[in-house]
């Protein structure tokens, strides 16, 4: 038993040590020595913009002036704003732009059904898909439609840059944010990423298909069916969004659905976990390894009180140290020289809660594990 215990802690130990440092590592390698370039070359397409939103007052008008100046040929472009059940304002800001919009209201019934009928009112070439509350730059349409000259891309997604947080712990999640960027700016280098960005990617019309309602990840989803055709999803990071520094709470909230959607995401494609997912070990090191992240930290919590000494000392210490950095960094004051260690381990162990509870969308309706992302006030932005 005790023998077995020692293993199960090597087992734990050795996953987490993999997932955080090793596949990064493994990635950068492949990255270097298997790169495959995107040709890029701007050749105009029609493109249709799909904008859903629900009560989204706060955001609409800019977002919506932000879309008419794109600097993109205007004849080509057409923009579709849904309406999910809003109660606020919504309707009222998007029917002041008639005639250079189209507009449709559906009854609340999620994002999923919201982009499902703005693609049966879509004309254009491409998609381009994007969120009411991110500022775009002028000339990310046109990036991303270059990266479409290369007859192997499918799906093109932008970059999302955090603005600097003005507290250390908006600073630690955007610190996380950034690792998660080179990331897939790597697998993007190999072949793909295993989904777009949510409020900035494009892809071919003729590649979407219809989202199951309850779908909690359609930045997934559409990706995966361009994937599973054999075309490319990449990351083209000189297509930029911008959006405000979250706080902790709201990004716990952010990643139970986000991972919870990963969940969704392996049960409507099953293939993820087989032999015709040509980025396997991407998906099972970045996407699946995330999901059981959190149970390997359990086990090597556990377990290390049944090593042999002096590791289980040391075992013991060095996890006691950490998640006490993260308790007490609810106390430790924003300008004390800590704030920054503390405030980076108290982001890991609340985003690896979120993990855990993501698995209540086993068990729980989608539309329940849903929240708006709650966001410092564009007034308040450094």
């Given at each position: ?226 994937f599973f055709n054999g075309y490319r999803v ?149």
């Open positions: 038993m005790h023998g077995a215990l020692t293993v199960a802690f090597l087992i734990g130990a050795g996953f987490v040590a993999y997932t955080l440092a090793g596949y990064p590592i493994l990635l950068a390698a492949a990255a270097r020595f298997r790169s495959q370039p995107v040709e890029k070359r701007f050749e105009p397409k029609t493109v249709t913009v799909l904008l859903p939103v629900r009560n989204g007052e706060r955001w609409l008008r800019a977002k919506l002036e932000a879309l008419l100046a794109l600097r993109y040929p205007s004849e080509l472009i057409e923009i579709v704003v849904i309406s999910d059940g809003s109660t606020d304002g919504t309707d009222d800001i998007a029917c002041q732009y008639a005639g250079r919009i189209e507009f449709l209201r559906i009854p609340g019934g999620g994002k999923a059904m919201a982009l499902n009928a703005g693609l049966e009112r879509a004309r254009g070439e491409i998609l381009f898909f994007t969120d009411v509350r991110q500022p775009l730059d002028p000339d990310c349409l046109k990036h991303l439609v270059a990266c479409f000259a290369d007859p192997s891309v499918g799906v093109v997604s932008g970059e999302l840059v955090i603005r600097e947080g003005l507290t250390h712990e908006e600073a630690s999640v955007g610190l996380y944010w950034k690792y998660e960027k080179w990331l897939r700016k790597l697998e993007s280098r190999v072949d793909s990423v295993m989904g777009a960005t949510g409020c900035i990617y494009a892809m071919r019309r003729k590649l979407a298909a219809p989202l199951p309602p309850g779908t909690l990840v359609d930045d997934m989803y559409l990706p995966l069916t361009a990449i990351l083209e990071d000189s297509a930029m969004a911008f959006d405000y520094p979250t706080a902790l709470d709201a990004e716990f909230r952010r990643k139970v659905r986000t991972q919870a959607g990963v969940y969704q995401i392996i049960g409507l494609f099953p293939q993820l976990l087989t032999p015709r997912n040509r980025m396997w070990l991407a998906f099972d090191s970045h996407k699946l390894a995330r999901l059981f992240l959190p149970f390997a930290l359990l086990v090597t919590a556990v377990t290390s009180f049944y090593l042999d000494d002096p590791w289980r000392g040391i075992a013991i210490a060095a996890q006691a140290a950490f998640y006490a950095a993260a308790l007490l960094d609810l106390w430790v004051p924003d300008g004390a020289a800590i704030k920054r260690l503390s405030a980076t381990a108290r982001s890991f162990v609340v985003l690896m809660a979120a993990a855990l509870c993501a698995a209540l969308v086993l068990v729980r309706p989608p539309g329940e594990i849903w929240k708006e992302t709650e966001v410092r006030p564009a007034d308040r932005l450094p």
